[in-house]
């Protein structure tokens, strides 16, 4: 069976015919295509096209594909167990081997997700101040919980709307959103509610709306206003967290969290999630403290050591200059060769490996607002461009992209070379 085929079945059966968003290709229009492999840099479709991947599952894949290593590790767990519901000793080398490199993460809960981390950190960081209030930024992500899935209301600064049907305004009246990057309507909003505020959720970087870095400046107005008025800082660190830095956001910048969560690459691949922090503040959590949260499949063994051997080798071999140079190779590969084509309003916004492709501003994108408005239209154009050349970006113009290790040189030029003939073709 073709995608094609595939696609319709699945839409009998699957709301949209995926599991999440957007997969379904709902944002750059046409079918999805259905993958069976992957090795590498590359996916292999159903119909045996090869595609090199530049989506890498969202973020978890730093080493791209099945490393060698890393599947060694899964097959060799896998005959010894896949779940105990017990204690075991694998989720215990992952906690310390964090610990010992992190030092804002003295303790840490594994869950099987970023969204259950945040929102498992937010009870955290409520219990540990008696306030209800979080608040949150317009641009970032932090996953599907109630709680966050709002957007900046219209009217007075602070409010904030459901970004989803089912989320009633009784659930979110104790989120607060802010536009990012203004340090004025922060200062003012602590000044009015710093004191009923639990905890300030940040992605450092945020990456799930196009990728807005961030001014340093803002980020550490954001941690002297909430020590100031006795908020938790949360950097949620699920896309950035072993991505960008080993540590993280919070090592590039020295700015450090009261409460982190990580989620992507910390399972090397499978589904696993976490909160970490300060041991006073972890320690509320069950059974240690009142603060209850549990989970049936947490801390699973194949995802364990899949995550402890991602980590270590991201420890041990530091890839993270090598992969900044080839996204930078790439992404003004890819700029040059559309201004060759005639197309001049391209750039690329590029931070480590994490990428987004953009139409030209004037200035610097930190906020959702200043995003050009023809976007998604551009973006979609070439995403199918590239498709047809056997180039899978991830399917949405507001999505980052990734480069893992296994993107060697040669690759990024066949990407290269694959663009130059996509850029002449018409479709
Ligand atoms: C992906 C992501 C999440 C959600 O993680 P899931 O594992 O998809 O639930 C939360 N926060 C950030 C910053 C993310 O990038």
Redesign the pocket.
């Given at each position: 069976m073709n995608s094609e085929e595939l696609f319709l079945r699945s839409k009998k059966v699957v709301p949209g015919g995926v599991h999440?968003p957007v997969r379904s290709f709902a944002s750059v229009g046409g079918t999805p295509v259905f993958f069976s492999e992957a090795s590498g840099a590359y996916l292999k479709s159903v119909e045996g096209k090869e595609y090199i991947d530049y989506c890498l599952s969202?973020?978890p894949l730093l080493f791209g594909h099945r490393h060698p290593e890393i599947q060694e590790v899964v097959e060799d767990t896998v005959r010894k167990a896949w779940s105990f519901g017990a204690c075991e000793p694998y989720s215990l080398e992952l906690a310390e081997f964090i610990t010992n490199r992190i030092p804002w993460v003295e303790k840490i809960r594994f869950v099987n997700?970023?969204?259950?981390?945040?929102m498992s950190a937010l009870r955290v960081a409520r219990a540990a101040t008696g306030r209800s209030k979080i608040l949150k930024f317009d641009g970032?992500?932090?996953?599907?919980l109630d709680q966050l899935l709002v957007k900046a209301g219209s009217g007075l600064a602070g409010l904030s709307s459901s970004d989803s049907k089912g989320i009633g305004p009784e659930i979110i009246q104790n989120t607060l959103v802010l536009p990012l990057d203004d340090e004025i309507a922060l200062e003012e909003l602590f000044l009015k509610q710093g004191n009923e505020i639990a905890c300030l959720a940040i992605?450092p970087i945020p990456?799930?709306y196009g990728l807005l870095p961030q001014r340093t400046e803002f980020l550490k107005k954001c941690r002297e206003l909430t020590t100031k008025y006795g908020v938790l800082l949360l950097f949620?660190?699920?896309?950035?967290g072993f991505r960008v830095s080993f540590q993280g956001m919070a090592g590039l910048t020295g700015i450090t969290p009261d409460l982190v969560?990580y989620?992507?690459i910390i399972g090397g691949g499978f589904?696993v999630?976490a909160y970490a922090g300060k041991k006073d503040l972890m320690d509320l959590v069950a059974p240690s403290g009142p603060v209850y949260q549990a989970g049936t499949l947490s801390a699973n063994p194949i995802g364990m050591r899949a995550g402890l051997k991602t980590l270590t080798k991201a420890w041990n071999e530091n890839p993270y200059p090598d992969l900044e140079s080839k996204t930078k190779q790439l992404t003004s590969g890819i700029v040059k060769l559309l201004a060759d084509s005639g197309d001049e309003g391209w750039e690329a916004v590029t931070f480590g490996s994490l990428y987004w492709l953009k139409g030209k501003t004037k200035e610097s994108v930190r906020t959702i607002a200043d995003i050009p408005t023809d976007h998604k239209t551009k973006f979609s154009i070439f995403f199918h461009k590239l498709l047809d050349q056997g180039v899978y970006l991830a399917p949405s113009g507001y999505e980052v992209g990734f480069l893992s290790t296994a993107h060697t040189n040669e690759i990024i030029e066949t990407t290269l070379s694959k663009t130059k003939q996509a850029l002449q073709k018409k479709i």
């Open positions: 999440s969202f973020g997700s970023g969204t259950e981390a945040v970032c992500y932090h996953g599907h992605e990456a799930n949620d660190e699920v896309i950035s969560c989620g992507k589904p999630g």
